[in-house]
């Protein structure tokens, strides 16, 4: 059986401490798309941890972390997280990389970098992980898979052939000096020395395990807006960030995905530029950013302040509705209780008519939001651990978005800690 635990938003739902938390009934966890790009942040008894590469099964010894074939590999991330983990009294976590993950290259970060600068006021506001390029190189079919570090000479002709193409754009496009084989040859090798102990057949262990009964949870990046196809294009990931798709980034069949859990924050936040109706500005903003989170909206990969607004059902239904969402947790449910007013948006204003469907980029750029008012419950809800205990604003808030998203809200997060949950 696998577990799915997507965001219904724009990333920073809270994924990680909810995967964290069904780690605990988990025999293997999975990252299935995406690369350092992102980050989960995990509180547990180990401390405070940000994790881009590595699954979040890596506190539980007994757990299968596996990085999946769709997954952007940092071979500098994984071998940092996990001199983060083991120095700070993690145990030596057990770790699998798919041989047919594709590596993150140093060029493909220089490319990011280089184009965001290019593009300058046009930017996507992306992370420099070099996710785009990356992506892009797989798809053109010049990318390098883990397996192909097996045979070094036939990677150095690879290599001279890649180095061709990209150099052109280099001197050309960028102004910028032209790589060398040598030196990523020599990247490749260090890559191939770390990557060792962990290259696998991932695809085939996961599959022998789901027929022994055992689970798995496949942990998404990012959310439904950030997907390629049905988000907020273009300035979306360049993976899909759906759990149809962990089947793809992960190889496994697709009928064995029976439990989606969205993930959908009581607020909204996002990252980087793009469509964002439900967006709030100056003083409003300024507070609800600061109160935000753990420590304030600010971005785990970038330390970016993150875009906030109020919550927005129009995509969180469309979200929930894309990621076939089993479930949903409304997460940082405990930051709104400073207000009086709490406005959710529960439909779009697009060319005088209002509709609750999400659209595409086009409409979506006209699209005003209409607000619904709700009562605050102007307390503290951190430490309550039953339904029943929360006011009853605070209730009547979380079936309000329940009914608008159209998706069971089966647990509710007030607070960073794992026991800061409650179950329906
Ligand atoms: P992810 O990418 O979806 O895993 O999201 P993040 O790791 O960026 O999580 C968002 C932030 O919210 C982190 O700093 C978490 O510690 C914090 N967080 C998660 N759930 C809650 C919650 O219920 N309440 C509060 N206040 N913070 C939370």
């Not at 996961?206 to 027929?211: C, N, V």
Request: glycine content about 10%; proline content about 4%.
């Amino acid at each position: 059986m696998v577990t799915a635990v997507v965001g219904a938003n724009w990333g920073d739902e809270g994924k990680g401490k909810i995967t964290d938390m069904l780690a605990d009934e988990a025999d293997i966890v999975i990252r299935f798309q995406g690369g350092a790009n992102a980050g989960h942040t995990i509180k547990n008894q180990y401390g405070k941890f940000a994790l881009h590469t590595l699954p979040s099964g890596v506190f539980h010894s007994s757990i299968m972390n596996i990085i999946g074939n769709g997954v952007a590999v940092s071979v500098p991330h994984i071998a940092s997280e996990l001199k983060d983990l083991t120095s700070r009294g993690v145990p030596e976590p057990k770790l699998m990389v798919s041989d047919r993950a594709q590596l993150v290259m140093s060029y493909h970060i220089l490319f990011d970098t280089l184009e965001e600068a290019r593009l300058a006021g046009k930017s996507f506001g992306s992370t420099k992980s070099g996710i785009a390029p990356f992506y892009s190189d797989k798809f053109a079919k010049i990318g390098i898979q883990v397996s192909e570090l097996r045979d070094m000479d036939a990677l150095r002709e690879k290599v001279d052939g890649i180095l061709e193409k990209k150099n052109v754009l280099l001197k050309h496009l960028y102004h910028h000096e032209e790589l060398k084989t040598d030196d990523i040859m020599k990247e490749l090798e260090e890559y191939k020395a770390i990557l060792e102990p962990y290259v696998g057949d991932t695809s085939a262990y996961i599959r022998d395990a789901l027929k022994q009964g055992k689970k798995a949870l496949l942990e998404g990046q990012l959310g439904t807006m950030k997907d390629p196809d049905h988000g907020i294009y273009p300035m979306v990931t360049s993976s899909s960030t759906l759990a149809g798709y962990g089947a793809v980034g992960a190889g496994l069949p697709p009928r064995e995905i029976s439990r989606v859990i969205a993930v959908t924050k009581a607020y909204s936040s996002a990252v980087g530029a793009g469509e964002f109706v439900s967006e709030i500005f100056g003083d409003e903003a300024e507070e609800l950013r600061r109160r935000g989170g753990d420590g304030g909206e600010y971005g785990a990969t970038t330390g970016r302040p993150r875009r906030v607004g109020f919550y927005d059902a129009v995509a969180s239904k469309y979200g929930c509705a894309l990621q076939g969402a089993t479930e949903a947790v409304l997460t940082v449910l405990d930051v709104l209780g400073y207000l009086d007013e709490i406005p959710v948006c529960t439909g779009y204003e697009i060319d005088g008519k209002v509709t609750d469907v999400f659209p595409t980029t086009t409409d979506l750029m006209k699209a005003k939001p209409v607000w619904e008012i709700l009562p605050g419950w102007k307390c503290d809800i951190t430490g309550i651990r039953k339904y029943e205990d929360l006011p009853e604003n605070c209730r009547k808030y979380i079936e309000f978005i329940e009914e608008k998203i159209d998706c069971p809200i089966k647990m509710v997060s007030n607070g960073p800690a794992r026991e800061d949950i409650i179950l329906r």
